[in-house]
């Protein structure tokens, strides 16, 4: 009996481990910035974990600063998007296993 406990307990830190990572999910940035507004959204998403509007902001705000304006953010659970974006600056992940980010620029 302990022992499936003990198994039970290994496979629930196994799935947040697998979970915890960034995953891209389609991105054309230029490498570069596709590693920055991705360590962005990770920290974001880390610091803001019980507000997707907060992290969403945080990662609008930083985008603007750093790559010129007009970049949108979407974050949150379970939606559907299409979207007009300037060529090289579409970035959409996952993250904490069910949270989605998707950052694009338009003008």
Do not use: Q
């Not at 019980?50 to 603007?64: C, P, W």
């Not at 007009?84 to 989605?100: D, H, I, P, R, W």
């Amino acid at each position: 009996m302990a022992e499936d406990e003990k198994k039970d307990a290994s496979d629930k830190n196994d799935h947040r481990r697998l979970h915890s990572f960034p995953l891209i999910r389609h991105s054309d940035m230029a490498e570069e910035m596709r590693t920055e507004a991705m360590e962005l959204c990770v920290t974001a998403c880390e610091k803001f974990a019980s507000s997707n509007e907060a992290a969403s902001k945080m990662i609008k705000e930083n985008m603007d600063k750093k790559f010129g304006s007009s970049w949108h953010v979407v974050v949150g659970e379970g939606f559907g998007f299409e979207i007009t974006y300037e060529t090289k600056n579409l970035l959409y992940m996952f993250f904490g296993g069910s949270v989605a980010i998707a950052v694009w620029k338009c003008s």
